[in-house]
């Protein structure tokens, strides 16, 4: 009759659950989606967008322009100005081909706008798109 008792007690201390091997399918599927997620890359810089009803998501693989309302020309968080812009593309054009995404404030001139888009087609980019804010 003892026996039978610390027989059963044994066997109660036994049955419990092995928690590591779902830490380590946990900590995997982390590693995974950390590794595997795309960042979309910002200008630095917060600029106030006109407002449009056909606005599109923003692309993953974009160069991206910003154009503040005091008419600072932005690229990866750095002033370039109008003058820059031709060179500072050329050089980041050779290693992929992307398309050009302009965020331009909307109380920029439309001279100022049209200047930073003749830089990025003198540098070879032909696809180029004006950022707008979904309405």
């Known amino acids: 009759m003892r026996s039978l008792i610390k027989q059963k007690i044994s066997e109660s201390k036994s049955q419990e659950i092995?928690?590591?091997?779902?830490?380590?399918?946990?900590?995997?599927?982390?590693?995974?989606?950390?590794?595997?997620?795309?960042?979309?890359?910002?200008?630095?810089?917060e600029v106030d967008?006109?407002?449009?009803?056909?606005?599109?998501?923003?692309?993953?693989?974009?160069?991206?322009?910003?154009?503040?309302?005091?008419?600072?020309?932005?690229?990866?968080?750095?002033?370039?100005?109008?003058?820059?812009?031709?060179?500072?593309?050329?050089?980041?054009?050779?290693?992929?081909t992307r398309p050009l995404i302009i965020q331009a404030d909307k109380s920029v001139p439309t001279e100022l706008l049209v200047k930073v888009i003749d830089q990025a087609k003198l540098a070879g980019l032909s696809n180029i798109s004006l950022a707008t804010q979904a309405q």
Do not use: C, H, W
């Open 18 to 45: 092995d928690l590591a091997p779902l830490l380590d399918v946990v900590f995997i599927l982390l590693i995974f989606f950390i590794v595997t997620t795309v960042f979309v890359k910002e200008t630095g810089v």
């Open 49 to 96: 967008k006109p407002n449009a009803v056909s606005s599109q998501q923003l692309q993953k693989s974009v160069f991206l322009i910003a154009i503040t309302d005091t008419g600072q020309v932005m690229y990866a968080g750095t002033n370039i100005g109008v003058a820059g812009v031709r060179a500072t593309l050329m050089q980041a054009s050779r290693t992929q």
